[in-house]
């Protein structure tokens, strides 16, 4: 059985509270907190002026920049499992949840660095989710909440095809994170 540190990669669609819930995890575990958008936003910004994009969802943008920004947080997440140090991975890895092949290369890729990966997944109902989003008000959600109903409806809300913990985004942070610590105990 492996027993380098564990990579929890957490994933869920934009308002389910992936970052809320990877930080508390992160603070209570004593894993480093590796969000995708603050590892990469600002390079992604520098592209998008580039190609003349203004929204990460325009394909000519997301075509030159997915692999890149999915490449920056395994590449620190592999550092830090070289480390010893766990780590919790904020992104939508959405392929990863939709393909079980892609899940299976992204779990061989953390495995071969010495990390055992976990996917958590938030399960949001689609009607909380809406709400958040217009809730929270983002400048990064204007395109979101022009609709948010199509948006929503449009979004993959089912739940990963390969392994992984659920965990009820409607609980509180601090169940979600004593469901997830007591997973891993688990697993162990």
């Known amino acids: 059985m492996r027993t380098g540190p564990w990579v929890v990669l957490m994933t869920g669609p934009p308002g389910s509270g992936k970052s809320t819930t990877a930080a508390a995890f992160a603070r209570s575990s004593g ?16 592209v998008a002026d580039l190609v003349g994009a203004d929204d990460y969802a325009d394909p000519r ?14 590449r620190a997440a592999g550092d830090c499992a070289r480390a ?31 990390g055992r990966p976990v996917l958590a997944w938030l399960r949001i109902a689609p009607e909380e989710l809406a709400r958040r989003l217009l809730e929270r008000r983002a400048a990064r959600d204007a395109g979101k909440t022009a609709d948010v109903g199509s948006y ?23 169940a979600q994170v004593a469901r997830l610590e007591a997973t891993l105990r688990s697993s162990r």
């Not at 943008?61 to 395994?74: D, P």
């Not at 990863?96 to 779990?107: K, M, P």
């Not at 409806?153 to 609980?171: H, I, K, N, Q």
Request: hydrophobic share 50%.
């Open 152 to 174: 929503v409806a449009g979004l993959d809300l089912d739940a990963p095809v390969g392994p992984y913990v659920e965990l009820d985004a409607s609980m509180s942070v601090e």
């Open 61 to 74: 943008l997301a075509t030159l920049v997915r692999e890149a920004r999915y490449s920056c947080v395994l």
């Open 31 to 46: 894993a480093a907190l590796l969000d995708q958008d603050s590892m990469t936003n600002p390079l992604v910004d520098v």
């Open 84 to 114: 010893g140090v766990p780590s919790v991975l904020v992104a939508p890895f959405s392929a990863e949840r939709a393909d079980v092949a892609a899940w299976d290369r992204l779990a061989n890729e953390v495995a071969s660095v010495g």
